[in-house]
């Protein structure tokens, strides 16, 4: 007598379960790079957790990261990167075009306390996000005003590998002293580059997150890149360098 499971007969049980094992773990781990963003409100005064996203895939980098990263990978000067400086995020060709060379800011995003310009950053516009952003549609600017929130500095982990994903991420907590309770609805990351003299500024990614953020309350929120397969650690540590 023949011992079957199912349609498949005993002796075909090991090849198939490998068969089914690579199935599984390809779409498991197909989705090898990319990046991910976490937000997490709680009370500055005990710590306690009021709402927290969990770590949530971004859409997709904006244009002027791959630009910046192509600037370093063929060593070569852009002289096309749209900066953050047009009043409208999200209406291509509104901000100024910028060079940006291989130099040693660019990427940066470690800002310090009380600084806007790059880093993690927040607000509350809810216009669709598009790969040709190029801010942050109402960004939240810093101060204890009505509306306005503490950003405290950037910090940014050492480039790890851990359980089959090398990553590196960052993190800032924005305080809200405001008097008031600010709905934030976009997070941002922006990045540092320079044409070897002076630095502007430049949207890396944008999403649409629905955050309230009540008085007394702090906004944690980080950005991780990582990469379940193709990318090694080594990749990762560069960018963090």
């Known amino acids: 007598m023949t011992l079957t499971k199912g349609r498949l007969r005993l002796r075909e049980w090991p090849s198939a379960l490998n068969r089914r094992c690579r199935r599984r773990l390809w779409k498991k781990h197909k989705k090898t790079v990319g990046l991910q963003y976490r937000c997490e409100v709680s009370a500055q005064a005990t710590g306690e957790l009021e709402s927290d996203t969990g770590w949530v895939d971004a859409h997709s980098t904006c244009e002027q990261f791959i630009q910046i990263l192509r600037v370093h990978a063929a060593q070569t000067s852009d002289t096309a990167v749209v900066d953050t400086g047009g009043a409208d995020g999200n209406t291509k ?18 800002a310090g306390a009380g600084v ?25 600017v810093e101060g204890t005003s009505s509306g306005q929130m503490q950003h405290q500095a950037t910090s940014i982990s050492v480039a790890t590998s851990h359980l089959a994903e090398a990553r590196v991420s960052c993190t800032r907590i924005i305080l809200n002293n405001s008097g008031g309770t ?4 976009e997070v941002g990351l922006y990045i540092e580059g ?22 007394g309350s702090q906004l944690t929120l980080s950005w991780k890149f990582y990469s379940s397969d193709i990318l090694t650690l080594a990749f990762f540590q560069l960018l963090y360098v």
Not at 93 to 110: L, Y
Not at 195 to 214: H, I, K, M
Request: net charge negative.
């Open 93 to 110: 060709g509104v901000g100024t075009s910028r060079t940006v060379a291989v130099d040693t800011d660019s990427f940066a995003i470690d």
């Open 182 to 185: 600010i709905a934030v609805a």
């Open 194 to 215: 320079s044409d070897n003299s002076t630095a502007f500024y430049f949207l890396a990614a944008r999403e649409l997150s629905s955050n309230s953020v009540a008085n």
């Open 116 to 140: 806007v310009t790059h880093g993690p950053v927040c607000g509350t516009g809810t216009t669709s996000v598009t790969q040709t952003d190029e801010k942050l549609n109402t960004l939240i």
